[in-house]
Nanobody, 116 residues
Framework: QVQLVESGGDLVQPGGTLTLSCAVS????????WGWWLQRPGRQREWLAR???????YYRGSLNDRFSISRDNAQNTVTLRLKFAQPEDTGVYFC??????????WGQGTRLTVSS
């Protein structure tokens, strides 16, 4: 019954900014950590960032230099803001609980293409 709807993906030029959103329904949103993953072409999904119920944010490597994750418990949404976009940021972005559910359910994701 959980629904995950990612949105905001677009074509953006290198160096640009973008905000991705995830709308969640049918889940106990407030008590879960939520995260973002990126699936680059021909590769598996890779974790990017997560945010705890207490709003503690964690990032892979130094991605916090360009990525910022946030959540709005009143709207059951989690957001990922990207600045200084690079071609390697291209791919399909997914949101989900962190850790992902054992059922392995994912939404459709939203595609970002960083190109001139």
């Amino acid at each position: 019954q959980v629904q995950l709807v990612e949105s905001g993906g677009d074509l953006v030029q290198p160096g640009g900014t973008l905000t991705l959103s995830c709308a969640v329904s049918g889940s106990n949103f407030k008590t879960n950590s939520w995260g973002w993953w990126l699936q680059r072409p021909g590769r598996q999904r890779e974790w990017l960032a997560r945010i705890s119920p207490n709003y503690a944010a964690y990032y892979r490597g130094s991605l916090n230099d360009r990525f910022s994750i946030s959540r709005d418990n009143a709207q059951n949404t989690v957001t990922l803001r990207l600045k200084f976009a690079q071609p390697e940021d291209t791919g399909v972005y997914f949101c989900n609980t962190f850790p992902p559910p054992a059922t392995g359910d994912w939404g459709q994701g939203t595609r970002l293409t960083v190109s001139s």
